[in-house]
Structures are given as structure tokens and as C-alpha cells.
């Protein structure tokens, strides 16, 4: 059986010099999700026939010099709250509507597929991207590669796990107050919450419309930037969208250099929670090294407001939400996932005036944000507090407890989570890096940079063995 | 007004009706939500301040 190669960025280089074929590659994930899904959790629905279509063209179009970049062959997952073709959009609910979006693709999975890229099928998410697991509902538990006795994060949990275990070579996720970038730090992989308004989202079920963003997973940032290059720009069907926004080449900014930049290192709100893994501290403050090894001058900063609006975001979105779900609430309020109907009810507990001032309290940071920006290029710390949680500790209260996520939702800034090493268990944890509005660039670039500089993103959990090829 | 009341007036006035058990459990959450709102309305400078949403008539 063919190995399946650790990076987007390795496949298309076999791809290319004719040592792999797209349909190899797509049956090895295939045979990985046969002998590794019924553990992980990962699909909720398979696209194999489609997806060996795909894979056939992919290979005939190559063979015929018709090569469209990157993603050509390349097996992508997608999270189950993003419309495609091939079938219904479930929302890892028993509560939706099998008619929307139905036979079309969300404009940014139809790009991915212009791309080349073969669509493998659709991946667990908490129920409406907010829900945690719930075991009476009729959809997979989704678990960590690396214990698979602990969660690996949500909301978007397949595709953490798939990309992480080498079900796929890359995935969508989506990301609201951490959803791309929480499964991304806790399997051990890279996720990219870009830009706000950068990506289209039409096509994809809201959770927080001011929040949601759809953004890349994948083992490195190298295959985030290619995934963000074909995303981006602007699409008329979603108006909160800069009209006229465009994308660019995010690959062209890996230039591993961090000279003349200067990188900003948040302690103050991010180091010395209560409950945080012991080898926190020590394994940030060795990725910042690395950062400074790499040419970056770093300074101490701290973010201001930062605990209002990382509070904002998360009163925001369940506003947000409610408006949504109010008319299935109202008449099938118990087929929603107890953990979900507990946080989306909350929406309802807020006054017009109370969401007013959400949204001037983000506007105030954002603006506060700006100004610290002045005089940084990039601004780092922890994703998260903690390891992967454990599913007999697994409830609201811990889930808000290990976060660096929400803040960044807020005001709309990219920002990327990378693996930084392991806790004493050996449970992943994440560097967060963030920029200015659209610098998306910059952020891959010291992304990057640091994965040149370490490993950490291509260790691969025991579960996936035998190793892939390298 | 407590927290019992304003909860179930808001659950009403939104036209959802959680079972007695859950509506207990909002309940009891709502102080911590309340805390967290009161937060926010402690920010200088709000009521000089534009909202995020953004209306474009073109549109």
C-alpha cells in the first residue's frame, strides 16, 4: 500500500516527478480512514467514489501537462457545517435541513475543486460548530491521534484529527472564538484563522456571522499558505466581505527570514493560569528563541482590553446564533445536543443594549490593538493553556479555562497556530501568532520560520503508524 | 429584578421554552453572565462609540 506522504507540499512533489499518482495517494487516506476512523471519529459522511473520480482526473490532467498548482490531487477533508456537492450539510445535528445549499458547493469549497484538489468527504464538528460531543446523538465521537481517550478539540474536531493521523492531507475548518486553531494545538498541527472578511463564507452554516471565519488545516504552514492562496478573495455572495478584498501568493512570503521584524510576546494575559501544563512556560519561551534565532527582535507586550474582548467574543456569538436557531429552539428544542442548546440559550439572555456594547467593546480593542501594532510587527503566545482535555474532564468550564482563542475573533486579526513541543504526556501544545489586519503574509512567514527552525509538525501520533514516507 | 425572573422573561419575550431542569441551570449561570456583560459596560469611552455592524444601503 503506497505511504501516505506527510505534507501537501511532499505529494505534490511525488505527484510531479511521477512517484505517486493522486488515485495512490487518495486510496492510502482512504485505507488510513478504514483502519483508523471507527477510533477517531473523523467522517461523518465518505465521498470515496467521487473522490477516486476526482483523483482519476487530477492524474490524467497532470499527465497531460495540465497542472493546476499545488492542490492538484491533493485529498482535502471538509468540516461538515461547509456546503459540497456531493450531499446534504448535517451540522453534526439531527436538526437541519437537508434541502440547503443541497447539489452546490460553498464558493470556498468550489475553489479548492478548481484547484484540483479531490474533496474527500465530510468531517465531525461540534454540533452547529458549538456543541461538545454528545454520545445520545446519532454522530461519531471524534478523538485525539494521540490519546484517543481525550478530545482533540473543536469545533473543529474531524478535521484535526484527520490531518493529524494522515486521514487527508488538509482540511477546512472553521473558526469563531478558536475553532481552527484549538483542534490545530491540540492534534498537533497548523491551522490559519486568516484575516476576517478575507475568505468567503457563504455557503457555510453561521455559528457568530461577526466572527466565523473558514480557514485552513494542514501538518505545515506551507500547505496552509497554498490551501490560503486558492481561498482567498473577494466573492459577492458574502457581504461581509471588503468589497474588492484580494488574496496573494502566501507561499512566496516563506522566506524563513525574520530580520527587521519585531515580535511582540503577550505574558501578561497568557502565562500563569491556574492549571496550566507545568511545561508551559519553558516550551513558549524556547519557541520564542527560536523566533529570535531567526532574526526577530522580541519585545514584551501586553495586549490592552484584553480580557473584555476576549469576554465580547464570547457573548457575541451566541447572539448571533440564537437569531439563527430561534425557530428550531422554539419547536425542537431537545433534539439539539444538551450542550449545545445550554450555550446557544444563552443568546436569547442578552438585552439589544447588552449587544450594542459587545460590539463597541470590540470596536474599542480593535482599536487599542491598533495602536500597540504601531510598533510591533507580530504579536505571540500560547493557543492554549493545557494539552488535549480529557473526556472525563471535558465540559464548558475546562474547555474556557485552557483558551488564548477568543480574543483574536474579536478583532478580526489573522492569526495561526503552530505545534511548540509536547507536555510530559505527550499531548501536543500550540504557538499562537498573530498580525496586523490582512498582513496574513507576514504571520505564515514567521510561521514558517519556525518550522524550519524545529520539528514539532511533523511528528506524527503512534496511532498513524506505519510512519509515511518521508 | 433577580436573576429567575429576568430569565424567564427573556426566554419568553424570545419564544423558547427550556424543560424546568434546564431553565434552572440558566438560571443559575446568569450572574456569571451578567458579570461578564458588567465587564464590558465598565470600558471607557462606549457611548461614544460606533457599533461593528456596518449598514450599506448599496447593498
Partial sequence: MTEIPLTMTDAATAL?????????????????????????????????????????????????????????????????????????????????????YAGMDAPVVARLRAAGAVITGKLTTMEYACGLPDPDKPYPIPRNPWDPTTWPGGSSSGSGAGVSAGLFLGALGTDTGGSVRLPAAFCGITGMKQTYGLVPKAGCLPLGVTLDHIGPMTRSVADAAAMLTVMAGFDASDPSMPPGVTGEDYSAALTGDLSGLTIGVERANHLGRPGADPGLVEIFDAAVAELAAAGATIVEVEIPLYAEVAAATMLCWPVEAFLFHQPWLAERWEDYGRWTRSVIGTGALLTAADYDQVLKVRRLGKAALDELFTSVDLIVGPTCATGAISYDDLNWDSLMHTLFTPYWNSVGNPTLSVPMGFTAAGLPLGLQISGKPFADALVFTAGDAYQRRTGHHLALPALASPAPAP | MDAETTVRTLFTLAGVTPPEDEMAAFIEGYPATRASLDLLYAVPDTPLTDGILVFRPAD
Avoid at chain 1, 471519529?41 to 501537462?65: H, M, N, P, S, W
Avoid at chain 1, 461547509?82 to 448535517?90: D, F, N, Q, V, W
Fill in chain 1, 16 to 100: 510531479r516527478s511521477g512517484d505517486l499518482t493522486s488515485v495512490a495517494l487518495t486510496e492510502a487516506c482512504m485505507a488510513a480512514a478504514d483502519r483508523l476512523d471507527e477510533t477517531l471519529g473523523v467522517y461523518i459522511k465518505r465521498y470515496d467514489e467521487t473522490a477516486l473520480a476526482a483523483a482519476a482526473q487530477a492524474d490524467a490532467e497532470l499527465a497531460a501537462g495540465t497542472d493546476r498548482g499545488p492542490l492538484h490531487g491533493i485529498p482535502l477533508g471538509i468540516k461538515d457545517i461547509i456546503a459540497c456537492l456531493e450531499g446534504e450539510t448535517t451540522g453534526n445535528s439531527v436538526v437541519y435541513d437537508p434541502d440547503w
